[in-house]
């Protein structure tokens, strides 16, 4: 037999105001998620393509060209989102257009079915997320808003992925049963969101401590307390999330080891000795993460004042254990860049609504008027704050949109044009010089790597381990791929503090030498753009 619930959300308590004003809620909040999908696909589509995904692209047409990863390119991300930056290459190849006028919508569609999935999970709960179009519009405005030209970021489909995960765990930490087909696919669905990003294992490692903490209150943790009846599915025990994500993990490493050995061996040792260049100081981080730290702990305390009489004390529970969880993944990764807060963003900003919507829903019965009404501005001040946030990363892309051919990216490709380059390089840390640069008029890149932080890492370590220069020669391998490509147009970054041309000629003579038939040719924001004369190449083996 089944074990039926003891503890959990009143089901249909919302209040009769809000059921009167339902259809309103759901025109106003379907009007709000259409206008962010408005205003992020017109800049998506009209300003250069976010680096990242673009060279994302560009590795993902390297290989489905026969190229090998990790070894012709180098990438230090796990193979599986090079898999999936695949999916909309062949998708533009079939409708006969360019990958990166796929690729957004392709990344927007994934997030908001798994948004749409996670609203349809949420059916039993109260307030905000009481309707399944309401709390659709509010999973997806979320999703699309909060990461702005990060939309695409394997932060940002991580989180997307683990959606349903967290929903259901909430309902079975209320004591409610799971259907095996629900919970077998969001365990799959979040072993995969994983895979985009391993050390996020640590967030869901925090969620099953919790969960056995909390232990007595569950139900159907053993094989007993389910019933099989067809394809019905009822009473899924409380191991089978976890255990299908930790076995879809298992099944990928299982993978990676047998398709592409060359990440183990090759692009993680290279990114544990290199990447620290790009770390940040502790207190620079913790300054640039003050506003999702407040957040944070303004939820805590509103999950904390209302645990008792929250209906949905349980989610809200969840998102704000996973959110600080994947802060703390933040901080030990010691990176400053933003789409590496967008889980616990989103997770802050989902806690924070579900908690005023839930309060809004209820606050005839709930307790201490004054206090509610104090916490309830608070939760609506730091919702507020980090939608102003938001919008402030996505102003300068949105102003870019408008006047597309006034960005550094923009004029770099009409440069490449106008000098009809063949071959191309960029020595710069910033990855937008090389990419979409690349991505937009078919230049080829003349190296292995996405832009210069390799080489700056290895200067970075050899300072305390000369060792690494031969461990790790990529100043060799840098200037050999300069040779060998002999780019038409060379883009030299003055910004960066480092004279790549300096650290590479004083290194290699090949590349001195290679080097002295470049002259320049233009300059601005910071950037110098040479071309070789027509002897640039004489003597140099053929790309």
């Not at 250069?48 to 673009?54: R, T």
């Not at 990166?100 to 039993?124: D, H, N, Q, Y």
């Not at 401590?209 to 394809?231: D, K, M, T």
Request: proline share 6%; with cysteine.
């Amino acid at each position: 037999m089944t074990l039926h619930s003891r503890t959990g959300p009143q089901v249909g308590a919302t209040a009769p105001a809000l059921a009167d004003n339902r259809r309103a809620i759901s025109v106003a909040s379907t009007t709000l998620l259409l206008v962010a999908l408005t205003v992020v696909l017109f800049t998506a589509l009209r300003s250069p393509l976010k680096d990242d995904i673009a060279w994302l692209l560009y590795v993902a047409r390297r290989w489905l060209a026969g190229r090998e990863l990790y070894v012709d390119v180098i990438e230090v991300n796990p193979p599986l989102i090079i898999w999936i930056s695949a999916i909309p290459i062949r998708i533009a190849g079939w409708m006969n257009t360019r990958p990166e006028t796929i690729a957004i919508p392709f990344f927007i569609s994934a997030v908001l079915g798994c948004g749409g999935w996670a609203a349809c999970l949420l059916r039993g709960y109260s307030g905000l997320f009481a309707d399944r179009l309401p709390a659709f519009a509010a999973l997806g405005t979320v999703l699309v808003v909060v990461p702005g030209m990060d939309l695409g970021q394997r932060e940002h489909l991580l989180m997307a992925a683990i959606l349903p995960y967290l929903v259901l765990y909430a309902c079975r930490l209320d004591g409610r049963r799971l259907h095996w087909a629900a919970a077998l696919a969001a365990g799959v669905l979040a072993g995969f969101g994983c895979a985009l990003k391993p050390p996020y294992v640590a967030a869901f490692v925090v969620l099953e401590c919790l969960a056995l903490l909390r232990g007595p209150r569950l139900q159907g943790w053993g094989l007993h307390g389910w019933s099989l009846r067809g394809w019905g599915l009822r009473g899924a025990p409380f191991w089978v999330m976890p255990l299908a994500a930790a076995g879809t993990l298992a099944g990928y490493g299982a993978l990676v080891l047998l398709t592409c050995p060359n990440y183990l061996h090759r692009a993680v040792p290279l990114a544990l000795a290199l990447y620290g260049a790009t770390d940040v100081p502790f207190l620079q981080l913790l300054g640039d993460s003050l506003r999702l730290l407040f957040g944070e702990a303004v939820a805590v305390l509103l999950w904390w004042w209302s645990r008792r009489w929250l209906p949905e004390r349980n989610l809200m529970l969840t998102l704000v254990v996973f959110a600080l969880a994947s802060t703390v993944v933040c901080f030990v990764d010691g990176k400053d860049w933003f789409y590496h807060r967008l889980p616990a963003t989103i997770a802050t900003i989902l806690a924070l609504l579900l908690w005023i919507g839930s309060t809004l829903a209820h606050r005839r019965s709930m307790p201490l008027g004054k206090q509610r009404s104090f916490l309830l501005a608070a939760a609506v001040v730091v919702v507020v704050a980090l939608a102003v946030a938001s919008y402030q990363r996505l102003q300068p892309e949105v102003e870019m949109a408008v006047q597309p051919d006034h960005s550094t990216v923009a004029r770099l490709e009409q440069i490449v044009r106008e000098q009809h380059a063949r071959r191309y390089i960029a020595f710069s840390e910033w990855i937008a010089l090389g990419f979409p640069v690349v991505n937009n008029t078919g230049v080829v890149w003349t190296s292995r790597f996405d832009s210069m932080w390799a080489l700056k890492g290895e200067l970075w370590r050899v300072k305390f381990d000369p060792s690494a220069e031969q461990k790790f020669p990529v100043r060799h391998w840098v200037a050999r791929d300069f040779i060998a490509g002999c780019p038409d147009l060379a883009v030299v970054d003055l910004r960066e503090g480092v004279n790549y041309i300096a650290v590479l000629s004083a290194s290699d003579p090949d590349f001195a030498r290679a080097w002295a038939h470049y002259r320049r040719i233009d300059a601005f924001d910071g950037l110098e753009v040479y071309r070789h004369d027509e002897a640039g190449c004489a003597g140099l083996p053929p790309t």
